[in-house]
């Protein structure tokens, strides 16, 4: 994805942002992309056991949060049913930093191959059978911009709370 170098008043440097694509499938893309390269640099050089260690009383982790999105996206863009929710955010004893890392980068490549094919926003994303009303494809895009975005907030605080590390 392009990115490019943004400042802070000051001249404090703010991370990347996302390019300035032409046309909304496009800008919708390269926000949602920008979130997802933000997550899974988090868990970069964390290691073993603090990338799995729950960070928060809710029991939140660096690692199980890229396994769980791993399985949002597949459930948005592939129409695969995520079974229990609330393990999707638990990191099991044979997950590992890059398997975890493997599964989400192939998940957000197959996920775009469904965007780019997708030739009209308003129509239906795929979902799993039986999950009620299907929503369109822009739905989706805005819905994961927001649920990528809040979980990489969480990534924010949780990799602060390890080794101090602050910003994309």
């Known amino acids: 994805?392009?990115?490019?170098?943004?400042?802070?008043?000051?001249?404090?440097?703010?991370?990347?942002?996302p390019a300035r694509p032409t046309g909304e499938k496009a800008t919708l893309r390269?926000?949602?992309?920008?979130l997802r390269d933000a997550v899974a640099a988090k868990v970069d050089g964390v290691p073993e056991p603090q990338v799995r260690t729950a960070g928060v009383p809710s029991g939140t982790s660096l690692l199980g949060l890229v396994r769980h999105l791993a399985y949002v996206e597949r459930f948005y863009f592939l129409g695969e049913d995520a079974g229990d929710w609330a393990?999707?955010?638990?990191?099991?004893a044979e997950d590992?930093?890059?398997?975890v890392l493997a599964r989400y980068r192939r998940a957000v490549e197959q996920a775009n191959r469904v965007i780019d094919a997708c030739p009209d926003l308003d129509l239906p994303a795929p979902r799993p059978p039986g999950r009620g009303g299907?929503?369109?494809m822009r739905w989706?895009?805005?819905?994961m911009i927001e649920e990528t975005g809040r979980?990489?907030?969480?990534?924010?605080?949780l990799r602060e709370r390890i080794d101090g590390s602050t910003g994309r």
């Open 1 to 17: 994805m392009d990115s490019t170098r943004t400042q802070r008043p000051g001249g404090e440097d703010a991370g990347l942002s």
């Open 30 to 34: 390269g926000f949602l992309d920008h």
């Open 87 to 92: 393990a999707t955010m638990r990191p099991t």
């Open 96 to 99: 590992t930093v890059d398997g």
């Open 134 to 136: 299907t929503p369109s």
């Open 140 to 143: 989706v895009l805005v819905h």
């Open 151 to 157: 979980h990489a907030g969480h990534a924010d605080i």
